[in-house]
């Protein structure tokens, strides 16, 4: 039984310098090895994790993401009484595509080359349906994949692109990389004392927004991209803002799956701030510009959570 679990954190070391991801999982196999090897030297750190979610080329390894994926989807039903497994061998379906379609790229904008390379390959542009869905799919539109996704059998399908997302750019990629990244922390967990650069995870909270002399309290991200948007509206600068990023406004409560997603304004109009801090600060930086706010004029101030 020793040389078992000695076997465990050998492939633990094998794996954790090639795949952040897939190493979390070898790493949760071989806890019982604790007493027999001290700490966990080369544990993929949480935010580590969270990192390599935005930017590691996951798909070298199609068997193991689609262990990684196909666990998330028993880990979503496990309040039911059992989980559904596809019918077929799991393949790995691009979001975005590998090839793109002159509608992708309009989809993209003007970063679509850039998206696509850094992007493509990462968590949040993954998922797991059968080889015949896969080949089905292929260049679709992302409006014809949601609604194909939306309605899959599979739950880790289902309940993400059943609700509204304007657009699959950078930010929604990595919008739902978060959202994997949560099930892959609560699955394997840290199994004890991990050794990294330090021993608290540092996050990053917004306490007050500032744009030039007016300041605003806020508690999350999402207070923040609100604020900006209301602050276009009392300038009477909405339309500007709207008009340069559409996908982010509608004044149409018809095309809401989902409204916890979106935040009214009180021109009666919403926006969407289901984001990352990182996509809602890009977004806030795009829209300050349409009323000349520079990036020096507005800032958000930040408290250290551990």
Wanted: proline fraction near 3%; charged fraction near 20%.
């Amino acid at each position: 039984r020793r040389n078992s679990r000695m076997s465990w954190s050998l492939s633990a070391n094998c794996f954790s310098n090639s795949s952040t991801l897939c190493s979390r999982f070898i790493f949760s196999l071989s806890h019982l090895c604790q007493p027999l090897l001290g700490s966990y030297k080369n544990y993929p750190f949480d935010k580590k994790v969270q990192e390599s979610a935005y930017s590691r080329n996951v798909y070298r390894n199609t068997a193991k993401l689609s262990m990684i994926l196909e666990r998330i989807n028993r880990h979503l039903t496990k309040d039911s009484d059992g989980y559904t497994a596809l019918s077929g061998e799991p393949t790995i379906e691009h979001i975005m595509p590998q090839n793109l379609s002159d509608e992708w790229r309009n989809e993209l904008g003007e970063s679509a080359e850039q998206v696509h390379q850094d992007y493509l390959h990462t968590l949040g542009n993954l998922t797991i349906t059968t080889q015949g869905s896969n080949s089905k799919l292929s260049n679709n539109s992302f409006r014809e994949k949601q609604k194909f996704l939306a309605n899959h059998i599979l739950r880790i399908n289902s309940a993400y692109f059943s609700q509204t997302i304007p657009i699959w750019n950078e930010d929604a990629i990595r919008t739902r990389a978060d959202f994997l990244v949560k099930y892959i922390l609560e699955i394997w967990p840290s199994p004890g004392n991990v050794i990294n650069e330090t021993t608290k995870q540092q996050g990053n909270k917004p306490k007050i927004l500032i744009i030039l002399d007016n300041k605003f309290e806020v508690n999350r991200w999402r207070d923040v991209i609100y604020q900006i948007a209301e602050y276009g509206v009392q300038q009477g600068m909405f339309a500007s803002m709207a008009s340069i990023a559409s996908s982010y406004f509608t004044n149409d409560v018809s095309n809401l799956q989902q409204k916890s997603g979106w935040a009214k304004l009180s021109n009666n109009w919403y926006v969407f701030v289901h984001m990352d801090r990182i996509a809602i600060k890009r977004l806030c930086q795009r829209l300050l510009a349409t009323l000349n706010i520079s990036e020096n004029q507005w800032k958000v101030i930040e408290e250290d959570i551990f």
